[in-house]
């Protein structure tokens, strides 16, 4: 009997899956054309489908960020990191994977990190800490920054893989550095043209931002990452199959450049975007397969969710605009990445935990930023004052348990939103719009008068009524400026 009751109240494991650039109306559960995503539409039947579920920020470093410290982008000026730039956790800094090793759990992360390494000037070609295990995890393979950034190498456990020592990696942001050809002087040699940004080393057909040299043998290729990325992921939950784990599944799919592998081109009518679409969803099965096949999958608490708002032009030309069709990235909702409405933040969002957590749709108003005091509640772990100082204890809400989720809830992109309930307030930007905004045709809400939405009656934000609620405004106001002092 003692033995079945052990099991009965094993910790769950923990993944959660996080895609890049995924927006809410990506899955075909909320709505996508002309893309299937059987997988994880089969975990929205079998789960709990968030419909007002955010990221804590329109861009990626500072998502990543704020999940991983349960603490607001802005307070430590995380920004879109280049490839080659100091990590920017505080390694004495409380983090959710240490929160988990405190409670059993080995922890583990795969895939893109882009929350940089090192701490000054990076040698490619030795260990690089402070880095993944100095923030909490015990187990790392990495996409060291993201797909449009040089270098383009793995690292596991913080070291480039396959590095022939007679051939080291430099790696250089700003100045040109003489190695793999320059996507500017060498048009011909690409699979995919660019913006002006991206127009640095060209390696596998495509030119990134910054320049590199060395590494000939660690070099990725882009269409075999899907399978690279998927395979670790795999082999880390077989190997701590015995033991409670979490596992922070970063993909880079959606993320450009979009470089599908043959396996999936021409599985959307959408081109590459909504090909990359339906490999990230076969990933998210490799990921449920594995954990069905040890007969894992019903005490895992997992959670499938995104870093940002979807994007369909950022840098590189396949033809996202024109081949979109009748399909809406980020559903009713207004926004992209980059921008402060909605569809910035509001995320695609599954919990599928079968022991616990009932099937269904929920409603309520959730950010990824409070995981870390949920999951310490779930686990009985104690946060200090010091610690995950903008995450909330909101796990019935996660657990489908109650509608009640927070009652203020920040966005952060390049102004701040503030969420109360059907409200949806926009702080005035009194500044032009970047011109590198401008030419991915992305709108980020600037506005020099105070905005007021009420999502209800208008969730594509389309009806200023700031002037027609005073009341509303100003206390939405005093909330914004509490959060940023």
């Not at 089969?42 to 419909?51: Q, S």
């Not at 960020?65 to 505080?90: C, H, M, V």
């Not at 100095?134 to 793995?154: H, K, M, N, Q, W």
Request: charged residues 25%; proline residues 6%.
């Amino acid at each position: 009997m003692p033995l079945v009751a052990s099991c009965q109240d094993k910790k769950p494991n923990i993944v959660i899956i996080y895609v890049d650039d995924l927006g809410y109306g990506d899955i075909g559960v909320n709505g996508a054309i002309g893309v299937k995503t059987p997988n994880v539409d089969e975990l929205a039947k079998n789960g709990l489908n968030f419909t007002d579920a955010h990221s804590a920020a329109a861009t990626c470093t500072p998502s990543r960020y704020s999940l991983l410290t349960g603490s607001y982008a802005f307070r430590n000026k995380a920004q879109i990191l280049e490839g080659d730039a100091p990590l920017i956790i505080n390694p004495k800094m409380a983090t959710l994977p240490k929160m988990l090793q405190k409670a059993g759990y080995k922890t583990g992360v795969v895939g893109k990190w882009h929350l940089g390494l090192g701490k000054g000037k990076i040698d490619w070609n030795k260990r690089i800490g402070p880095g993944p295990e100095e923030v909490g995890f015990d187990y790392s393979f990495l996409i060291p920054a993201t797909g449009d950034r040089v270098p383009c190498v793995f690292m596991e456990n913080q070291k480039v893989v396959n590095l022939d020592k007679n051939d080291p990696i430099t790696v250089s942001y700003g100045a040109r550095i003489e190695g793999y050809p320059w996507g500017f002087q060498h048009p011909e040699l690409l699979k995919q043209h660019t913006d002006p940004y991206h127009q640095g080393a060209i390696i596998n057909g495509i030119s990134r931002i910054g320049y590199m040299k060395g590494g000939k043998n660690a070099l990725w290729v882009d269409e075999k990452i899907p399978f690279v990325l998927s395979k670790k992921a795999t082999d880390f939950i077989n190997k701590e199959k015995d033991n409670p784990f979490f596992l922070y599944f970063s993909l880079h799919d959606i993320h450009q450049p979009r470089t599908a592998n043959i396996k999936f081109v021409e599985s959307s009518s959408m081109g590459p975007r909504g090909d990359v679409i339906a490999q990230m969803d076969w990933c998210v099965g490799q990921i449920t397969k594995t954990l069905k096949s040890q007969n894992l999958l019903e005490n895992t608490l997992l959670i499938f969710t995104s870093d940002n708002g979807p994007i369909l032009d950022d840098g590189y030309v396949d033809y996202a605009r024109e081949l979109v069709g009748n399909h809406k990235p980020g559903g009713k909702y207004r926004g992209s990445k980059y921008s402060v409405y909605e569809a910035g933040t509001r995320m695609p969002t599954i919990v599928h935990w079968p022991k616990k957590v009932k099937a269904g749709k929920s409603d309520a108003l959730i950010s990824q930023v409070d995981l870390y005091a949920s999951l310490a509640k779930l686990l009985h772990q104690t946060v200090n004052k010091n610690e995950a100082v903008d995450s909330k204890n909101v796990l019935n809400a996660w657990l489908g348990k109650s509608k009640k989720g927070r009652k203020f809830l920040l966005e952060e992109a390049y102004t701040y939103g503030l969420r109360m309930g059907k409200w949806k307030y926009i702080q005035p930007k009194n500044k032009p719009v970047p011109n590198w905004i401008v030419q991915k045709f992305v709108n980020p809400g600037f506005s020099k008068q105070v905005q007021l939405f009420d999502l209800e009656k208008d969730p594509s934000e389309k009806i200023n009524i700031s002037k027609d609620f005073p009341k509303i405004v100003k206390k939405m106001e005093k909330e914004l400026a509490r959060i940023l002092k």
